[in-house]
């Protein structure tokens, strides 16, 4: 009777230890700048979901574009209709690793500097994307921040003639994400 008394111990400890190296976060922030002279263009989607593997650095992250909240109305008509063609294309995603996740004190509050690689899906196009950022484990929460540059033509994305010259060749994202611990059924995976 022992045994299975230490054999079920020693499980939930096994099952305790994979839960808490996994962290989830549906309520990630995703934005992006485009800076021009005529006008700035801004929007921020407050629905990405994102896994982050803090025994193996694999984090994974999907973007629905159509929940991208403009200033104006008609700039988030053009983006979903004209420019990423959201209802061929409705999620962006990353798919990658923290290279040096073992830099990262999981039991001591503090910010570490990371190197993100991995593929970056947007518009049905998949590139590699290497990027510095941070995470920063605060009280039991793990946040991820970024910022990486994404070139439109990059991913097949066209922008019409008539705007060329007010959207930036280069665009700004920023990406806020904060992980709480996994729990297995209060999550699906992105």
């Known amino acids: 009777m022992k045994w299975i008394s230490g ?6 400890a096994v099952f305790s230890s994979q839960a808490q190296s996994r962290y989830f976060t549906r309520t990630g922030n995703i934005s992006f700048f485009s800076e021009e002279i005529i006008e700035n263009i ?3 989607n407050k629905q990405v979901s994102s896994f982050l593997d803090v025994t193996t650095g694999e984090i994974v992250f999907a973007v629905p574009m159509k929940a991208f909240q403009f200033r104006k ?3 988030q008509e053009h983006f979903n209709e004209s420019f990423v063609e959201s209802d ?3 999620k962006s995603s990353f798919k990658g690793s923290v290279q040096n996740i073992n830099a990262v004190n999981l039991q001591q509050d503090g910010v570490y500097k990371v190197k993100v690689n991995g593929q970056l899906t947007i518009h049905g196009v998949t590139k590699p ?3 510095d950022g941070t995470l920063e484990v605060k009280g039991g929460r793990i946040g991820a921040n970024s910022i990486i540059n994404v070139r439109p033509e ?3 994305i066209e922008i019409p003639l008539l705007v060329r010259n007010h959207i930036a060749k280069i665009i700004q994202v920023t990406i806020n994400l904060l992980y709480e611990p996994y729990q297995a059924n209060a999550a699906k995976q992105p």
Do not use: G, Q, R, V
């Open 7 to 12: 054999l079920f111990l020693l499980m939930l």
């Open 42 to 44: 801004e929007a921020h």
């Open 73 to 75: 109305s008609l700039m």
């Open 88 to 90: 061929k294309y409705p």
């Open 129 to 131: 994307i290497d990027a």
């Open 154 to 156: 990059d991913y097949d």
